[in-house]
């Protein structure tokens, strides 16, 4: 009888040897249903010292930054060619770098001094970037210097727009260290996080040079909504600034 | 004698004042806002020199002070009486050396001169918003210091400079006014 040589003591005691073999062997089968995950996992624990560390991180946003500067670079190339076909006013300053050497962000006047001045072709009005965006307008020169008054000092204004709906607004200085934004529009539809750019309408400045971000809004202000703005460019920390000298 | 009839070249010791205001230090600061320096060497100067010669520097200090910032508004008025009113002080009283004396003095200039800037903020504004009230997205344009400006950021800059005339005040002040007076005394002798 077949079941009767299944159930013979010998098979029963072989069936108890192998079953070690037989756990493992469950394991396995449960690590391919769990397509690696045990294995995985051990792995990543394992190999944690040999991960890659800051060093290679850093190389990667490294080439991520020059990937982001060969694409604006050939967007700009590419605005710049159809804003000729569309016969629009064409605004290619070059830039010319200047060390800040006096900084005054509070008080009466909020201000910095350049260490160029009219001999390198500075003028009044001329727009000033730190990395980050616009920062302010040169307010006088002399012919060594140049003194930018920032768009924090309420005698600061700036035509501006919102990235996002394209509505416009004025840029004011308030005396602290977050300008306001107030909207031509009773109904501006912003939200906090919206970017804030020069306007192409201003007159002062160049179009869409990045200022800031809008913190928090206030809808109810009179006559029109506003909104606290959180500068992009470090004031505080710039050691060098460029100005954008027309051609 | 007095020492800017004696020894002129003294007068030359205030160019520190927009030296110091240009550069600034950043330990100096509080909250961004750097210390009123004029009135701190305006005080020992008028002290010992008298009214005549206190106005002279006070104009000469505010010419140079509205030299460094194209804003409309000057600080010629506010240093001409205080240094008018510290001569008197110094030639009419007793001597005037102790510390607590030079920091409440030099917090008394320093708040009369921002109080000089912010009333000719406000007179600024007034003027200009009167004849913008039928356009209110032209008032909005209005470039300077208006009520609201003034009212906020505009007294955090005063209480902080007045906190910085206190703790200044007390060494600078002394050490400028032991140091006119020696010269002072040593011209006299001459």
């Not at chain 1, 965006?133 to 003194?147: K, M, R």
């Not at chain 2, 701190?40 to 460094?68: E, F, H, K, N």
């Not at chain 2, 906020?152 to 800059?157: E, F, R, S, T």
Request: hydrophobic share 50%; with cysteine.
């Amino acid at each position: 009888m077949p079941a009767s040589r299944w159930l013979r003591p010998g098979a029963a005691r072989s069936l108890f040897q192998v079953w070690p073999l037989l756990i493992g062997l469950g394991l396995l089968a449960l690590v391919r249903l769990s397509k690696g995950a045990f294995l995985l996992d051990a792995y990543a624990q394992l190999s944690r010292p040999f991960w890659p560390g800051t060093a290679q991180g850093e190389w990667l946003r490294s080439a991520r930054r020059m990937e982001d500067q060969v694409r604006l670079a050939q967007l700009e190339t590419e605005n710049q060619r159809l804003r000729g076909l569309l016969q629009l006013q064409t605004l290619n300053p070059t830039r010319l770098s200047a060390p800040v050497i006096s900084r005054v962000p509070g008080g009466w006047w909020q201000q910095l001094l350049l260490g160029k001045g009219s001999l390198e072709g500075v003028k009044v009005g001329q727009a000033v970037l730190a990395p980050g965006g616009l920062i302010g307008l040169v307010s006088a020169v002399t012919p060594t210097t140049a003194t930018v008054t920032l768009l924090t000092d309420p005698t600061s204004r700036v035509g501006v727009w919102v990235a996002r709906n394209r509505h416009h607004a004025l840029l004011s200085g308030l005396g602290t260290s977050r300008p306001v934004v107030r909207f031509l529009e009773k109904d501006p539809q912003v939200q906090p996080g919206d970017v804030v750019l020069t306007s192409p309408a201003s007159t002062l400045v160049p179009p869409n040079l990045p200022v800031g971000v809008l913190q928090s809004i206030d809808e109810r202000a009179d006559p029109a909504p506003e909104a606290v703005v959180q500068l992009i460019a470090p004031v505080d920390a710039v050691d060098w600034v460029q100005v954008l000298v027309p051609r | 004698m007095t020492l800017s009839t004696r020894q002129p070249w003294l007068l030359l010791s205030m160019l520190v004042v927009p030296l110091l205001t240009l550069a600034s230090p950043a330990w100096f600061r509080i909250a961004g806002v750097p210390p009123s320096w004029a009135p701190l060497w305006l005080l020992p100067w008028a002290l010992v020199d008298g009214q005549r010669s206190g106005i002279l520097a006070g104009v000469c200090l505010g010419l140079l002070l509205d030299s460094l910032h194209p804003g409309p508004v000057s600080a010629i008025p506010a240093l001409l009486l205080l240094g008018w009113w510290w001569g008197r002080l110094g030639y009419q009283g007793p001597p005037i050396e102790r510390s607590f004396n030079l920091a409440l003095l030099a917090m008394i200039g320093t708040l009369g001169l921002d109080l000089s800037l912010m009333l000719q903020w406000a007179w600024r504004s007034w003027f200009g918003l009167r004849g913008l009230q039928e356009t209110p997205a032209a008032r909005l344009a209005l470039p300077g210091w208006h009520g609201s400006d003034l009212a906020m950021a505009g007294v955090q800059v005063l209480l902080s400079q007045l906190l910085l005339a206190a703790v200044l005040a007390p060494v600078v002040c002394s050490l400028l006014l032991l140091l006119f007076r020696r010269l002072q005394t040593a011209s006299g002798r001459g």
